[in-house]
């Protein structure tokens, strides 16, 4: 019956964003579903290899060949390993058509990515949100750095951020516990680069652990990061934020919350006569069957590639092309963040230091190109991140392979080691784009997703001066020996897909307003990946948490105006 699967607002995906609008929602007092495609995930209860020792898993920890071979795709992912094979989505549970090339990424349970998702969280800078503009790509955001802002302390109040006041233009401070400290080699590189380059800074890596939880965290029933960098496995501690951890278990003790895992969305229901969308269409994946849920108002946080599916998909009368799409913008101008670069160098001296623990982050040097003008022969930049480590010495493993002697020259350390990478900021154009297959169907019978996304000539040119700056600021650092190394991944593996339903000025262009709602279709937010205008050189989820939380205080005062009903 209609009446007994009625809400005030329904909820489609529950990882980074999804638990934030449910947390939102209920704390507001409005009796939320959200509807999750994947298992139910408990915090602790099911984080089966949590405190397994290295000898308790097999392969080495590693995918089994047979495993490999039978998920090409999702079997790349560095975090995909035996002790976390769970919480990745299996190749053939959703195929996939790559017209080009695309390695998403997926996660379906309760939390999705959030359980496994890199931490890594900074503010967008005023730059990131003018660039598009200024420099004549993508269409205008309708937001600027001062109107989320305040929704960016909001958020990492709640979520526990560690880093430093560092005072950088490109990178804005925000609301830190104490940062995970740079080992010495770290320290002396970040030394000799601020001597060398007075414009670069080398900064503490910003993340969402707890160093040193304030009440907020104690009262989600979280402790303090243990430095152990299994975070993959879910994290039994709370140490780092997750939905699993955080936002739905707060959400849960409201009364307000109604969590329903193995709920697959079909599509969302536009009612022609009313004018507006009604509910969500739902084939629940252990019976097959197909239910309806009612709502006033509906987010979709589905993650970007598969909420632009369900858009897509949700077609009627009114929207023959997907919900909300009269611009014809829906599907295209998907980005993601240029991983192809890497560099590695070996590290003199400092044979006396060593460091503690596992730090679950690593400096950063943030954008230096184009950043309040253009000035290259690309546009926009990177952001480069580094880290500095010794291991065993493998002489000494060599050695000797058994007994006593063996044994104790396994705490011999070998040489420092530099490794850095690049994250760079893509262009978003109209034929890196997503649709649905005419003829091909997943087993719940929802259209499959056809991705059509490459990396461009503005992609080459950006990592390849990220090459030359970056071994030459290493080089500049002390380090000896650089080497670098084009990774030639495919797009999606950096998991940092966005667009398709971006946010902008004119209706005609875009698919959202400001405030992460549809133009045309004014009960319906994303505020995930898909709203996104642009990219950043920056990780993405801070930016989702807050836009989410900025969206849902908007929408329920519309709500309470009675212009959302």
């Given at each position: 019956?209609?009446?007994?699967?009625?809400?005030?607002?329904?909820?489609?995906?529950?990882?980074?964003?999804g638990g934030w609008a449910a947390k939102e929602f209920c704390e507001k007092g409005l009796k939320t579903l959200v509807l999750e495609r994947g298992r139910d995930v408990k915090h602790i209860k099911d984080y089966p290899t949590a405190y397994q020792d290295p000898w308790q898993l097999g392969n080495n920890n590693q995918l089994t060949l047979k495993?490999?071979?039978?998920?090409?795709?999702?079997?790349?992912?560095?975090?995909?390993?035996?002790?976390?094979?769970?919480?990745?989505?299996?190749?053939?549970?959703?195929?996939?058509?790559?017209?080009?090339?695309?390695?998403?990424?997926?996660?379906?349970?309760?939390?999705?990515?959030?359980?496994?998702?890199?931490?890594?969280?900074?503010?967008?800078?005023?730059?990131?949100?003018?660039?598009?503009?200024?420099?004549?790509?993508?269409?205008?955001?309708?937001?600027?750095?001062?109107?989320?802002?305040?929704?960016?302390?909001?958020?990492?109040?709640?979520?526990?951020i560690s880093g430093n006041l560092d005072g950088i233009?490109?990178?804005?401070?925000?609301?830190?516990?104490?940062?995970?400290?740079?080992?010495?080699?770290?320290?002396?590189?970040?030394?000799?680069?601020?001597?060398?380059?007075?414009?670069?800074?080398?900064?503490?890596?910003?993340?969402?652990?707890?160093?040193?939880?304030?009440?907020?965290?104690?009262?989600?029933?979280?402790?303090?990061?243990?430095?152990?960098?299994?975070?993959?496995?879910?994290?039994?501690?709370?140490?780092?934020?997750?939905?699993?951890?955080?936002?739905?278990?707060?959400?849960q003790k409201t009364g307000n919350l109604t969590l329903r895992p193995h709920a697959v969305v079909d599509s969302i229901i536009y009612d022609d006569q009313l004018g507006k969308a009604i509910g969500v269409?739902?084939?629940?994946?252990?019976?097959?069957?197909?239910?309806?849920?009612?709502?006033?108002?509906?987010?979709v946080n589905a993650s970007a590639i598969a909420t632009n599916q369900i858009l897509l998909n949700s077609i009627s009368d009114r929207f023959p092309q997907g919900i909300g799409n009269d611009s014809g913008v829906l599907g295209k101008y998907i980005a993601f963040h240029n991983y192809l670069g890497s560099i590695s160098a070996s590290y003199e001296g400092f044979e006396d230091s060593y460091y503690y623990g596992r730090r679950p982050t690593q400096p950063i040097i943030p954008n230096f190109r184009n950043v309040a003008k253009q000035e290259m022969d690309f546009l926009r930049g990177y952001a480069s991140f580094f880290g500095a480590s010794r291991g065993r010495s493998s002489a000494s493993q060599l050695a000797m392979q058994v007994g006593g002697d063996y044994k104790d020259q396994l705490s011999t350390l070998g040489d420092w080691h530099v490794g850095m990478m690049m994250q760079g900021e893509t262009i978003p154009q109209e034929k890196n784009h997503i649709r649905l297959s005419t003829d091909r169907k997943d087993r719940y019978g929802?259209?499959?997703?056809?991705?059509?996304?490459?990396?461009?000539?503005?992609?080459?040119?950006?990592?390849?001066?990220?090459?030359?700056?970056?071994?030459?600021?290493?080089e500049a650092g002390g380090a000896k020996n650089i080497s670098i190394h084009n990774s030639g991944q495919n797009p999606g593996l950096d998991i940092h897909e966005m667009g398709g339903a971006r946010m902008g000025l004119d209706p005609k262009t875009s698919i959202l307003n400001k405030w992460n709602q549809m133009h045309h279709c004014t009960n319906v937010f994303v505020t995930?990946?898909?709203?996104?205008?642009?990219?950043?050189?920056?990780?993405?989820?801070?930016?989702?948490?807050?836009?989410?939380?900025?969206?849902?205080?908007?929408?329920?005062?519309?709500?309470?105006?009675?212009n959302i009903k």
């Open positions: 019956m209609k009446n007994d699967n009625n809400y005030d607002a329904i909820v489609i995906g529950s990882g980074i964003s495993e490999q071979k039978e998920n090409p795709i999702a079997s790349k992912c560095y975090a995909n390993k035996e002790d976390a094979k769970h919480f990745f989505t299996p190749d053939d549970v959703q195929p996939y058509i790559q017209e080009q090339p695309f390695d998403w990424i997926r996660g379906y349970q309760v939390g999705g990515k959030s359980l496994t998702w890199a931490k890594q969280t900074q503010r967008w800078s005023p730059y990131d949100f003018e660039g598009p503009a200024r420099d004549g790509f993508a269409v205008d955001w309708p937001i600027r750095y001062a109107d989320i802002a305040p929704w960016y302390s909001y958020v990492e109040k709640f979520v526990g233009e490109a990178m804005p401070d925000g609301e830190f516990l104490p940062p995970w400290e740079m080992n010495q080699v770290e320290l002396e590189i970040q030394r000799r680069i601020h001597n060398s380059y007075p414009d670069r800074k080398v900064i503490a890596g910003r993340c969402a652990h707890l160093t040193k939880p304030k009440q907020i965290h104690i009262d989600q029933g979280r402790g303090a990061c243990q430095a152990r960098n299994l975070c993959q496995r879910g994290c039994p501690f709370g140490g780092y934020f997750s939905s699993n951890a955080s936002t739905l278990p707060w959400a269409r739902v084939i629940d994946a252990e019976t097959n069957k197909s239910m309806e849920f009612y709502a006033k108002v509906i987010f929802v259209p499959l997703v056809i991705t059509a996304i490459a990396y461009d000539e503005n992609d080459f040119k950006s990592r390849d001066d990220f090459f030359q700056q970056g071994a030459e600021m290493l995930d990946g898909a709203s996104m205008v642009s990219t950043g050189t920056q990780n993405p989820s801070l930016t989702y948490m807050a836009l989410t939380a900025r969206a849902v205080t908007y929408a329920v005062e519309q709500m309470k105006k009675g």
